[in-house]
Nanobody, 119 residues
């Protein structure tokens, strides 16, 4: 398994969650790591990305300000902190790895972790 996401669960609106992604060295070596999400009945959408060093981050406009992506290369981990959760954040969250910053064609995908936000 190249990427394995965890940390999802049921949380009340306004709460916070930290998602984790355990990555193989091979996946991490792609360079850019990111998170996507797929809400019920909707297409998968980009959420956030981070470059190899962690010095540059990118966020979807719809989530900017509430999310923080980070990585610990020494631990082969990538994280997504989500604050002020809203019911519309309910989705399966996937981590991904790509050699390009836009993560337009990730080489690796994790299996996803479900986040459910109750109102």
């Amino acid at each position: 398994v190249q990427l394995q996401a965890s940390g999802g669960g049921l949380v009340q609106a306004g709460g916070s969650l930290r998602l984790s992604c355990a990555a193989s060295r091979r996946a991490l070596s792609s360079g850019y790591m990111g998170w996507f999400r797929q809400a019920p009945g909707k297409e998968r959408e980009f959420v956030a990305a981070i470059n190899r060093s962690g010095g540059s981050t990118y966020y979807a406009d719809s989530t900017k300000g509430r999310l923080t992506i980070s990585r610990e290369n020494a631990k082969n981990m990538v994280y997504l902190q989500i604050n002020s959760l809203k019911p519309e954040d309910t989705a399966v969250y996937y981590c991904a790895a790509d050699s390009e910053p836009g993560l337009s064609h990730p080489q690796y995908w994790g299996q996803g972790t479900l986040v459910t936000v109750s109102s």
